[in-house]
């Protein structure tokens, strides 16, 4: 009889472990934990068949906090550990936690090879442009000209942009969001339908060492200051409130993104061009536009899927062990031995 009751589906508080959150007061990394355990019952996943991988930096205490399996591993190298996981147990949902340096200044090789290999795995990168857990030095995504205790004079770097190198990578579901947006439970869920490794790039406020370098467009006042991608709808953003609706068009000549007004709502009128989540040029160039000159492109800009890398291996697995009688002492004498006399 109890084979025959449906599973209960979980709530938000099942999702939650008795650890208690050690991240500074006003951190944006607890709208993100929120936002996870919202959004797990939604996507129906269990916590004893899912896993958080974590690295080192904030956000790599995610796991700690998370009701299920978890590794908080070492710095950078998540992603060896998450394809580890996912090889030996291929039913387990898992999930990377990382940050701008955890992901793209140690960790950038391994970042590299987990996308281009499209393990099925979600990879949550957490940017506030900043070293935070070394006590706020530059990493690779703060903007040129910023000072730290490692760049007193202003950085002059050029930021790596986190979505252009995913995209680079091979990278087959790339979004972005922020850390209070309302949005980001739905673009959690649309990573986890994704069948292969979903990276989406979370802008996340560091109150203590770098606050408020995303209120260009996070606050409210500057809401219109954001895209939000839809697919098969026109790139859309602003209102009559903030100088009218504007939209993102193609300028066939110099092959560029440009902004346009929409005069009356007619976007096709004014050559607005319709999200096609399945377009790698324009999620390239989207990833790149310069905010200020264009907004921010937020939502899932790159969606279109391919085998995984898990998939393929069990595959080749199988195939390479039909009709066969494993024999390990078969295979250990196999090739050259010797034997060593007493």
Known sequence: MNDMTPPQKSSPKDWESDQEVRWCPGCGDYAILKAVQRTMPEIGATPENTVFVSGIGCSSRFPYYMETYGFHTIHGRAPAIATGVKLAN?????????????????????????????????????????????KGQYSPTSA??????????????????ACAFALGAGARFVARAFDVSKELPATLAAAHRHQGAAFIEIFQNCIVYNADVFAGFTEKANAHQQLWLKNGEPMLFGSEKSG???GIALDAEKLTLQVVDVPDGDWQKAGVIVHDVTNRSIAHMLVEMRFG???????????DPRPTFDAQVAEQMTSASAGKTPDLQKLLAKGQTWTVAA
């Not at 936690?97 to 090879?113: E, K, Q, V």
């Not at 760049?151 to 942009?161: F, I, L, M, W």
């Open 90 to 134: 291929p039913e387990l949902d898992v999930w990377i936690i990382t940050g701008d340096g955890d992901a793209l200044s140690i960790g950038g090789n391994h970042t590299f090879h987990i996308l281009r290999r499209n393990l099925n795995c979600q990879i949550l990168l957490f940017n506030n442009e900043i070293y935070g857990l070394t």
């Open 244 to 246: 009218g609706v504007k």
């Open 144 to 161: 040129v000209g910023t000072r730290t205790p490692s760049t007193p004079y202003g950085s002059v770097d050029r930021p790596a942009q």
């Open 293 to 303: 000159e264009f907004p921010m492109a937020l939502g899932i800009l790159y969606d």
